[in-house]
Structures are given as C-alpha cells and as structure tokens.
C-alpha cells in the first residue's frame, strides 16, 4: 500500500478533494482531506465518508489512518 494509492482511491470516493497522504511504512498513514462534502458535517461523519472510500482496505492493508478533514473555508483559517 502507498500514500499514493491512497490518494487515488480518496480521490475517487470525494471528487474534487484536496488530499495529502503520508506515511513510510505501508501500513500506517496520515492524510490531510479538504472537500466542500464535509461542510456542515461532524468530524466523525467526515472520518465515515473518507473510510468509505476506502472500504476493506481499512484495518486490513491499511493498518492505521490518521486523518485531518477540513472544508476548504477551515484550510484556509487553518
């Protein structure tokens, strides 16, 4: 697993994000998703949509994900 399959699959799942992912070990990841969906959204109903994008992967292939999920008027005040 890479930081870049990632992305892509992130990607795919909220169109139009902004999504950085990190992580060297191919198992635990950090990611920092930016996307208008998440606007009047809970943390934890936005951390939902970006799992969901990734399906199975997550605590399977994907051991852990730390993630950041803003709205782009939080990533701008950020």
């Known amino acids: 697993m890479t930081p870049d399959f990632i992305r892509t699959l992130i990607l795919q799942g909220l ?3 902004r999504v950085e992912v990190s992580g060297d070990d191919g198992v635990h990841f950090e990611a920092l998703v930016v ?5 009047g959204k809970l ?3 936005r951390h939902r949509m970006v ?3 990734l ?3 997550m605590g399977g292939e994907i051991h852990a994900l730390a993630l950041r999920t803003l709205t782009p008027d939080e990533a701008a005040r950020a």
């Open 55 to 57: 399906g199975e992967r």
């Open 51 to 53: 799992y969901a994008t």
């Open 35 to 39: 996307s208008d969906a998440f606007a």
């Open 43 to 45: 943390p934890l109903a």
């Open 15 to 17: 169109p139009g994000a």
